[in-house]
């Protein structure tokens, strides 16, 4: 059982950045596949960021590429969202969620086994 919490989201001007954090309890961490995904209000959850349960292997979507960076640190049981430039457009909850043991990172919401309460994200203009 993993349960995760997230926590750094608010209200940031367009153009600033904000990092995320989603903290994750319940052993075994680094055996994990760790997504970020968002939802805006009227869309449907959004794929964002993902690392490989080994650290190794990182994948975003087109619309965050060069802006935001995920990251991991298994020793603190916590994965990052580093974003960057952000816009309007980025505004959503944004949710992490765990995939495994021992699962390739995918970017679909249906395959992650485990999720947080979501944080919210407001990018001002």
């Known amino acids: 059982q993993v349960q995760l919490v997230e926590s750094g989201g608010g209200l940031v001007q367009a153009g600033g950045s904000l990092r995320l954090s989603c903290a994750a309890s319940?052993?075994?961490?680094?055996?994990?596949?760790m997504g970020w995904f968002r939802q805006a209000p009227g869309k449907g959850r959004e794929f964002v960021a993902a690392?490989?349960?080994?650290?190794?292997?990182?994948y975003y979507a087109d619309s965050v590429k060069g802006r935001f960076t995920i990251s991991r640190d298994n020793a603190k049981n916590t994965v990052y969202l580093q974003m960057n430039s952000l816009s309007p457009e980025d505004t959503a909850v944004y949710y992490c969620?765990?995939?495994?043991?021992?699962?390739?990172?995918?970017?679909?919401?249906?395959?992650?086994?485990?999720w947080g309460q979501g944080t919210q994200v407001t990018v001002s203009s």
């Open positions: 690392s490989g349960w080994s650290g190794g292997s990182t």
């Open positions: 969620a765990a995939r495994g043991p021992f699962q390739i990172a995918t970017m679909r919401p249906t395959e992650y086994n485990y």
């Open positions: 319940g052993r075994n961490f680094r055996i994990y596949a």
